[in-house]
């Protein structure tokens, strides 16, 4: 990607951060995402705190959360709500039907709790990342170390190609101090399915397969905003 493109790309992300953001009320309850896309949306809500705005985040990482208490945003840990008024994410891809691959910033479990959470689970995003089927980016797997290979047998009898995520050269451990499996099933025809075959195999914490989690995307593209919602 140019230089160019991704000023392009980021200029998109931070226009559908301050879109989400706006949305916020006083006293919310605010579910914080991982990734370059969420990061945009914890400053402009960090902007807002500053300006008088009272709200409490609930982190989907330790990065997340770090980065959110160096802005002055008061931090609950997750394990302590019972809810959360709104959350603001990023998505590595989507549908318009609020189908989403997430996980590529490896928070996809905490991610996955925060947005269960939520009444308002927004996700922000810029235009690169809609697309018409799931499955060009690879969808990651958290597995529990002690049943890696078992979890690996099972997801090629799915027909996904698994590669174990490294960080250098070690194994890539998540918040949890689980593996990373990133699989390619390709183009995914039924990404319902394929999350409730990935829940039954005994040893996957979590998967980035986002089904009925979302409530709105917001999109920037062009200098115009888009917004793909649930329908009722």
Partial sequence: ????????????????????????????????????TATF????????????????????????????ISLGIEMLELGTVSHIDISIDGADEFTEDLTLIKGGGGALFREKIV?????????????????????????????????????VTQIEKLNGLTKLRLNGAETYLTDNHNYI?????????????????????????AHGLF???TAQIIMAKEGSLIKFTKPK
Avoid: W
């Fill in 115 to 151: 947005a269960s959470l939520s009444k308002n689970s927004i996700i922000i995003t810029d235009a690169s990342k809609k697309v018409t089927k799931l499955g060009a980016f690879k969808v990651p797997v958290e597995v529990v170390p002690i049943a890696y290979q078992y979890v």
């Fill in 211 to 213: 089904v009925n989690l």
């Fill in 41 to 68: 949306a914890i400053q402009e809500l960090a902007a807002r705190v500053k300006n008088g705005l009272q709200i409490k985040g609930v982190a989907s990482s330790v990065k997340t959360a770090t980065l959110a």
């Fill in 1 to 36: 990607m140019s230089i160019q493109s991704e000023h392009h790309q980021d200029e998109e992300k931070l226009a559908a951060a301050k879109a989400a953001v706006a949305l916020v009320n006083d006293h919310d309850v605010v579910g914080l995402g991982t990734g370059s």
């Fill in 181 to 205: 499996v990133d699989v390619d099933f390709g183009l995914i025809n039924e990404p319902g399915k394929l999350s409730v075959d990935l829940n039954q195999i005994d040893g996957v914490f």
